[in-house]
C-alpha cells in the first residue's frame, strides 16, 4: 500500500543526495498518512538502491504495519515528533556538513540571508546533543522548532518538517545554501545580517510564493 508515497519518499532521498545532503545510507526520509500511519526509510540503505518495498510502514507505536526491512534506527524520535506537532506531515533528518558546523559555532542560525526564513519559517534553533536511535533526539527537537521549519542538533545534524515532503526538503537545501554564504562572507571579513523586522518580513513573504491551484 501507499505506493506513491513510497516513490515520493525515495525521490525526497534522492534530492538529499543530489544536493549532497547526505552521504551513503546517512539521514532518513518520513511521511505521516492517514490513519496515523507512517512511511519511514530503511536503517542503513542507500537511497539509489531503494525501491518501494523497502520503505517500511510503523504506526505510531513503532510497530511495522508493512515492510520486510528494518526501519531507520531513529524510528523513535521521528513518532515522537509526529506525536507531539500535529501540523508536521514530513520529516527529513540529515548530517548536512555546513548547517551541522555552523550548530557547532552558535546557538541559532545567523540571520543571513532571506531564503533561510523563506523556507525555515523561523529562527532556526541549535539543539544540545543527542544521539543517534534516542527518543531525546525527538524531545529536543520538538522543544525548539517552534513554528520554525528545522533545527539544528549539536554536534550530530540537522532536522526538516513541513506539512509536506516538499517543504521540509525546502527547508534542507535552502538552509545549507544560507550557511554556506555566510561562512564564506565571514571569511571575508564581518557579514552584516538581517534585522528581526527584515526576517520577519521575509517569512510572511514566503507564504505567498509560488503557484496556486
Not at 43 to 61: F, H, Q, R
Not at 129 to 136: D, H, I, K
Not at 177 to 185: G, N, S
Request: aromatic share 6%.
Amino acid at each position: 500500500m501507499y505506493e506513491a508515497e513510497k516513490r515520493e519518499i525515495i525521490k525526497a532521498g534522492l534530492a538529499l543526495k543530489e544536493y549532497k545532503l547526505i552521504s551513503l545510507s546517512g539521514g532518513n526520509v518520513s511521511m505521516r498518512l492517514p490513519g496515523n500511519h507512517i512511511l519511514v526509510t530503511p536503517s542503513g540503505m542507500a537511497y539509489d538502491g531503494m525501491a518501494e518495498d523497502d520503505v517500511v510502514v510503523i504506526d505510531l507505536d513503532e510497530n511495522v504495519i508493512e515492510g520486510e526491512r528494518r526501519p531507520s534506527v531513529d524510528s523513535i524520535a521521528l513518532v515522537h515528533i509526529y506525536k507531539h506537532m500535529d501540523r508536521v506531515k514530513a520529516i527529513i533528518h540529515t548530517h548536512q556538513v555546513y548547517a551541522t558546523a555552523i550548530g557547532m559555532l552558535f546557538d541559532e542560525v545567523p540571520k543571513a540571508v532571506t531564503t533561510l526564513a523563506n523556507a525555515c519559517a523561523g529562527v532556526v534553533k541549535v539543539a544540545p546533543f543527542s544521539s543517534a536511535a534516542s527518543l531525546q533526539m525527538g524531545i529536543e527537537a520538538v522543544e525548539r522548532l517552534g513554528d520554525a521549519n528545522a533545527v539544528i542538533l549539536k554536534n550530530h545534524g540537522v532536522i526538516t518538517v513541513g506539512s509536506s515532503l516538499k517543504q521540509a526538503l525546502y527547508a534542507a537545501v535552502y538552509m545549507e545554501d544560507a550557511v554556506k554564504t555566510y561562512f564564506i562572507a565571514k571569511a571575508a571579513g564581518n557579514p552584516e545580517i538581517l534585522t528581526d523586522g527584515q526576517y520577519q518580513e521575509a517569512i510572511e513573504v514566503f507564504k505567498d510564493y509560488g503557484q496556486k491551484k
